[in-house]
């Protein structure tokens, strides 16, 4: 069983950044393929972006923007957020797959965060 706990979401005008934390329980994170997902007011919850051993993925709204990274040692998921737009907000969740391969299909994902909220005013 894997926990995720994330962190850092929050009010931010246009073209600002935000950096959102995930924490997870467990010894073996390492072996996690890490995903962030969003899920604006009244539409499906899509893909963002995932890292898994070393290699990054990006949805296409948000590459150039976004950066997602991984410290193993710490047992945490980043995912830096610049050149923020109003349409970035939404409610990010972090989720958690065990071992390859890596998707973009929330259905694939096996341990989902409570989610923050990221708010982006124009």
């Known amino acids: 069983q894997v926990q995720l706990v994330e962190s850092g979401g929050g009010l931010v005008q246009a073209g600002g950044s935000l950096r959102l934390s995930c924490a997870a329980s467990?010894?073996?994170?390492?072996?996690?393929?890490m995903g962030w997902f969003r899920q604006a007011p009244g539409k499906e919850r899509e893909f963002v972006a995932a890292?898994?051993?070393?290699?990054?993925y990006y949805a296409g709204s948000v590459k150039g923007r976004f950066t997602v990274s991984r410290d193993n040692a710490k047992n945490t998921v980043y995912l830096q957020m610049n050149s923020l737009k109003p349409e970035d907000t939404a409610v990010y969740y972090c989720?958690?797959?065990?071992?390859?391969?890596?998707?973009?299909?929330?259905?694939?994902?096996?341990?989902w965060g409570q989610g923050t909220q990221v708010t982006v005013s124009s």
């Open positions: 890292i898994s051993d070393g290699t990054t």
């Open positions: 467990g010894r073996t994170f390492s072996t996690y393929v």
């Open positions: 989720a958690a797959k065990w071992g390859p391969p890596t998707t973009m299909s929330r259905g694939g994902y096996d341990y």
